[in-house]
């Protein structure tokens, strides 16, 4: 006799087989088969994200990988959130930092979990630096002290303490105009 199932969960099943008998042989039951399923790994790997610097942190979220049994997570036996959080927040320059997941809420009897980082990328914030209107006399040099600019963006107290500046009509032979 054989018998084959995928709709077993994890854990210690007990089988016997019965035999109802026949005109040749008498009715039996075999003694009890402990089979033990164990678990299987489902894989929630962090999604990548981007925010821009000084903006808050977006929402993170993640995926599965790794059900059996032409399972999904909607068809599955696993209930509740993996907590996910990264290390950066509005102030934290550009680059990137960890999304790490961790077992939250997270349950199954017939999973357990690993977990993959994903990466959030602190991407730079658009700042405007304008410069400011300036005359001269022909004949004299004008002399930038980087400070003759106005700029929009800065947040987080950033500031600007000079920028470079230059003009063709700098030079103290610029034509009038």
């Given at each position: 006799a054989t018998f084959n199932t995928s709709l077993v969960s994890s854990g210690c099943h007990k089988f016997t087989a019965t035999y109802t008998g026949d005109t040749f042989y008498v009715a039996v039951t075999s003694t009890v088969l402990v089979q033990v399923v164990d678990?299987?790994?489902?894989?929630?790997?962090?999604?990548?994200?981007?925010?821009?610097?000084?903006?808050?942190?977006?929402?993170?979220?993640?995926?599965?990988?790794?059900?059996?049994?032409?399972?999904?997570?909607?068809?599955?036996?696993?209930?509740?959130?993996?907590?996910c959080a990264t290390t950066a927040t509005n102030t934290s320059p550009v680059g990137p930092y960890p999304i790490t997941c961790t077992i939250g809420s997270l349950t199954s009897n017939n999973y357990t979990f690993t977990f993959v980082d994903g990466t959030l990328t602190v991407t730079p914030k658009t700042l405007i630096i304008t410069a400011d209107n300036q005359g001269k006399t022909y004949g004299f040099t004008l002399t930038f002290l980087g400070t003759e600019f106005t700029s929009v963006g800065l947040i987080n107290a950033d500031t600007i303490t000079t920028v470079t500046l230059t003009s063709a009509g700098a030079a103290a032979g610029a034509p009038n105009g």
């Open positions: 678990t299987t790994t489902l894989t929630v790997t962090a999604d990548d994200k981007s925010t821009t610097y000084g903006d808050s942190n977006v929402v993170f979220t993640y995926t599965f990988s790794g059900f059996v049994n032409g399972q999904t997570l909607a068809t599955s036996d696993v209930t509740g959130t993996a907590d």
